[in-house]
């Protein structure tokens, strides 16, 4: 597990999920075991995300949070340069970027490590499990090594 460029002094005032939410409870328990989970429908193999309580696809109410692989290419990125929460002002310059992973799904999240001129549509990324308060973990990403992108299977 990473533990990122995110020092103790950013989680205390930085917004953070709600955990209260049941249907985003199971994404945050094993993301806090370092896993990034995601609902999958049971009928089709659809993943759900956003989460929601019926797949959009076939319609059925059968779904189960299933491990995803961590892998996945980025489909868009920006560059915060700007700090739109005081909590980020020690962070800025970070990247937001739409992921989209093995599985299907899109997930919105940081690419961390990483000089944003080196990143591109379609650069190989994995997930990283970072925690930032005792209840919370973030899954963000990396940039792949170049060993783990000769060995990715195909879909
Ligand atoms: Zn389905």
């Known amino acids: 597990m990473s533990t990122g460029g995110y020092g103790d002094s950013a989680g205390a005032n930085r917004p953070l999920p709600n ?23 049971q ?12 797949c959009p696809e076939c319609a059925s109410r059968e779904i189960a949070w299933e ?4 892998r996945g290419k980025i489909w868009s990125w920006a560059v915060y340069d700007t700090a739109l929460h005081p909590a980020f002002e020690t962070e800025v310059p970070y990247v937001v970027a739409l ?9 919105v999240s940081n690419i961390v490590g990483a000089e944003s001129e080196t990143l591109a549509i379609g650069l190989e990324v994995r997930a990283v499990a970072e925690q930032v308060t005792p209840e919370i973990t973030l899954i963000r990403f ?12 195909s879909r």
């Open 19 to 41: 955990l209260t939410d049941p249907l985003m409870r199971p994404h945050w328990d094993a993301a806090r075991e370092g896993r990034l989970e995601l609902p999958r429908c």
């Open 43 to 54: 009928n089709c193999r659809f993943v759900i995300w956003p989460v929601l309580s019926m």
């Open 67 to 70: 491990p995803m692989s961590g």
């Open 99 to 107: 992921i989209e992973l093995d599985e299907g799904a899109s997930f």
């Open 142 to 153: 990396r940039v792949a090594g170049p060993q783990e992108v000769d060995t990715a299977p």
